[in-house]
């Protein structure tokens, strides 16, 4: 799809752009704890300051649901944010005039019943503070709401610095990747991104299946899995997964051998066996070591890599270990330069972090449901709307 990016930013002397930006930061103590997403802001701002003009920010802030709750105002984030953006930031109420900071926040979008319906009204009301329209909110892409949809069609709609970084991403990812692509889809169940495997493999080369989800494939090939996490009522919905992989020759990598214990808690006794070998009372929570090489291989051998979702219960020592090694390797071949590597969701992020291996991949995504919704292959209405 093609959309315009900042370079496209006509002069904006004495203008204003009506910035989308992502300022749901965690908080502790009063005090924004992650500072990840306020950095993400600074891009834009400092592009569209460099074209001469001011960034009115739209956001939300928690779920206050279309009333006002004054603990989720985001008044409280501004100090970080001036101070991560290094430019003096104002605060303001929808229909207060415009201070004179080089950048304004407008409070939590959601404080409005017509954010998430769409409303053109209140679209219009936030429109009026500028003249031009950025969004560099991808996290929150996945949803048609007035501050990412509809005023994308009031003014001239641009992708912002961090909107735009994600969007070519995930593009070089699965838009257009460079083959053989691997997927690794892992994560607690099928049913939540039954979805997500059913778009992967009419598009990547080979999919690897793991964490709790490769569970009920297993036991749809009729392997016993114990006490295993496995959503048994999803047997024939793996194998018509996997029926429709073979079709479209998308080789699915289920684990051979497995990590079992009969507890679920970090370093709880475990041992190594054969994926068919799980007993009544155990429960599979890793990947054995001989998959890890063997999906190391399937790495080695390719030049695109997505991934979402752990390959095993990676919060509790040792059920880490696949996940670590996995996301080592693909490093690795990140560094060396012969595979693109793309990754995104909560877990998964944080288990990269875990594996010290953040830096290295080419691209992790900030966004959550957002991403997933792309691994869907579907749509998403504020990038749709910057068309
Ligand atoms: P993401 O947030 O990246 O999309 P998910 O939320 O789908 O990922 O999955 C992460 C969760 O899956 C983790 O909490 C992890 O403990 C769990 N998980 C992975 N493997 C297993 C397993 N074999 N048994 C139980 N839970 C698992
Ligand atoms: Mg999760």
Not at 82 to 108: H, Y
Not at 175 to 191: C, I, M, N, T
Not at 311 to 332: I, N, R, Y
Not at 355 to 383: C, N, Y
């Amino acid at each position: 799809m093609t959309f315009k990016t900042l370079d496209d930013l006509p002069d904006m002397t004495g203008k204003v752009a009506v910035v989308r930006v992502d300022l749901n930061v965690p908080m502790q103590d009063g005090a924004v704890s992650d500072f990840t997403r306020l950095e993400a802001v600074k891009p834009t701002v400092d592009a569209i300051a460099a074209k001469g003009g001011r960034s009115v920010l739209l956001a939300h802030f928690d779920r206050p649901k279309g009333k006002v709750v004054p603990e989720m105002s985001l008044r409280q984030v501004i100090p970080a944010l001036a101070k991560t953006l290094g430019r003096s930031v104002g605060f303001i109420e929808l229909g207060d005039t415009l201070p004179a900071d080089e950048v304004v926040v407008l409070e939590n979008t959601r404080f409005h019943p017509g954010e998430e319906k769409n409303d053109g009204e209140l679209a219009a009301q936030f429109a009026a503070y500028g003249d031009v329209y950025v969004n560099d909110a991808f996290s929150a892409a996945h949803r048609a709401h007035a501050s990412t949809e509809a005023i994308a069609r009031l003014l001239p709609a641009y992708a912002g610095a961090t909107m735009g970084g994600e969007l070519r991403a995930l593009e070089a990812a699965l838009g257009a990747p460079k083959r053989p692509v691997v997927a690794v889809v892992g994560g607690a169940k099928v049913s939540s991104k039954l979805a997500v495997l059913e778009n992967l493999v009419a598009k990547v080369d080979h999919l690897i299946i793991g964490g709790g989800m490769a569970n009920t494939f297993l036991y749809a090939q009729g392997i016993d899995t114990g006490k295993s996490l496995c959503e048994k009522d999803l047997a024939d919905t793996a194998k018509a997964i996997l029926a429709k992989a073979a079709e479209a020759g998308c080789k699915i990598h289920l684990p051979t051998d497995v990590v079992v214990a009969k507890e679920f808690k970090a370093h709880a006794d475990n041992r190594v066996c054969a994926a068919g070998d799980v007993a009544a009372d155990e429960m599979i929570l890793d990947a054995g070591p001989a998959t890890v090489a063997e999906l190391a291989d399937v790495l080695k051998a390719s030049k695109t890599l997505v991934w979402n979702g752990p390959l095993g219960a990676f919060e509790m020592a040792p059920f880490d270990a696949a996940t670590v090694a996995l996301a080592k390797a693909a490093g690795d071949l990140t560094v060396k330069g012969s595979l693109l590597t793309v990754a995104g969701g909560g877990d998964t992020v944080a288990a990269l972090a875990h594996a010290g291996v953040k830096d290295q991949f080419t691209h992790i995504s900030t966004a959550g449901g957002a991403f997933l919704e792309w691994m869907e292959g579907r749509e998403l209405p504020g990038v749709a709307a910057l068309g």
